[in-house]
């Protein structure tokens, strides 16, 4: 995608002053259950945020609230601290691309990109052009007398991103754009809209289920479960402490080891797991010693040493070239342990005694 000096810096501009999101207390309700309970949520200008979680965990429905396509039954949504709660969607200032694309069937790419300008009474002249732009800076341009049907899935998305773009909104929201394209098509084109969002500052809103679509792309990640924000952080904090335990086991994989809280020391907060003591970092406030806790630490920061040193002393159980790394399985009396080593690492043998440990900053814990 190109996008032109002129329009990248007016944008660049808008965004210091617009596209600050504000819920408070928003939720719904759909066929007689809260489907989205008293989020609250706030966006700096410029943000792209990820609404991440499951199906049916209420992102989409919240996505649809802050379009206007769903009316909330409660709480205050507002842009730039204009309450928009009641406000009909085609005057709320948000462009939105969805998952099935929604183009016109009938209509050239350029109407359909028009369409937006049409409604807002833009003369012919100025339409013609700022199309034109658009659909250069989403890599369209020469495509525009095209009809959607001579498109393939990545170009159609593109023409969607440019009809939502073209009105210059305040918000960009995405509702799962990308999970209709194949696998390596998708993270092209999410790579590009990333590339994109960042040089033209648009406050962009993307729900999706992919991990790692939402780590990569995001500058801060909400995951949600049961209508609830359950942490909202940027996606290292996200992956390295996760602050709920539905958060540790729903993005990627993780280490999840029982234990009783032992207080602070000078290697961390320590943890008593098993016939061991582990150090790792509290998400949240401290808990008090004897609180029974659970640590969480990922694959990749574990270390597997075959020298007997302060940490949680196991057997190996498995191991597995997986090509860029080797999953080694260590058993211990708290438990698997599952270590991601680098490919070229000497590798244990199964039933060798080993010792796995790792930095306190890498690991987290909750109070159970």
Not at 311 to 316: C, I, N, P, Q, W
């Amino acid at each position: 995608m190109r996008a032109s000096t002129a329009t990248a810096e007016v944008s660049a501009d808008d965004a210091v002053r617009r596209g600050r999101l504000r819920l408070d207390g928003v939720r719904k309700v759909l066929g007689g259950k809260e489907v989205v309970s008293a989020v609250d949520l706030e966006t700096e200008p410029g943000e792209f945020l990820t609404l991440l979680g499951p199906s049916g965990c209420g992102k989409s429905t919240t996505l649809n609230m802050v379009a206007g396509h769903l009316t909330a039954d409660g709480g205050v949504i507002e842009v730039d601290g204009r309450d928009v709660t009641g406000t009909p969607p085609h005057r709320r200032s948000m462009g939105m691309v969805f998952q099935s694309y929604a183009l016109f069937p009938h209509m050239t790419i350029a109407d359909n990109v028009a369409f937006g300008l049409r409604m807002r009474k833009v003369a012919a002249a100025e339409r013609d052009r700022q199309v034109a732009e658009v659909l250069e800076m989403v890599g369209l341009d020469g495509m525009a007398g095209r009809h959607p049907r001579q498109l393939s899935g990545g170009q159609q998305q593109r023409a969607a991103l440019a009809r939502a773009l073209v009105i210059q909104p305040d918000l960009l929201l995405l509702d799962e754009p990308f999970s209709n394209l194949d696998a390596q098509l998708r993270v092209r084109l999410r790579e590009e809209v990333g590339a994109l969002q960042r040089r033209i500052g648009t406050t962009t809103i993307l729900v999706t289920h992919d991990q790692e679509e939402a780590l990569a792309v995001s500058d801060r990640i909400a995951v949600m479960a049961d209508g609830v924000i359950h942490q909202l952080d940027r996606p290292r904090e996200i992956y390295l402490r996760p602050g709920t335990d539905f958060v540790a086991q729903f993005i990627g994989e993780v280490n999840a080891l029982d234990g009783t809280a032992a207080g602070f020391t000078r290697d961390g907060y320590a943890c008593r797991v098993a016939d061991a003591t582990v150090a790792a970092t509290p998400a949240g406030e401290a808990p008090a010693e004897g609180t029974e806790v659970r640590v969480y630490v990922r694959p990749e920061v574990v270390r597997i040493r075959t020298d007997r040193t302060s940490g949680l002393v196991g057997t190996v159980r498995e191991t597995r070239f997986l090509g860029s790394r080797i999953r080694c399985v260590v058993a211990t009396p708290a438990g698997d342990v599952t270590a991601a080593l680098p490919f070229d690492a000497d590798v244990p043998a199964v039933g060798e005694e080993v010792t796995c440990e790792w930095r306190p900053s890498d690991a987290s814990l909750t109070a159970r």
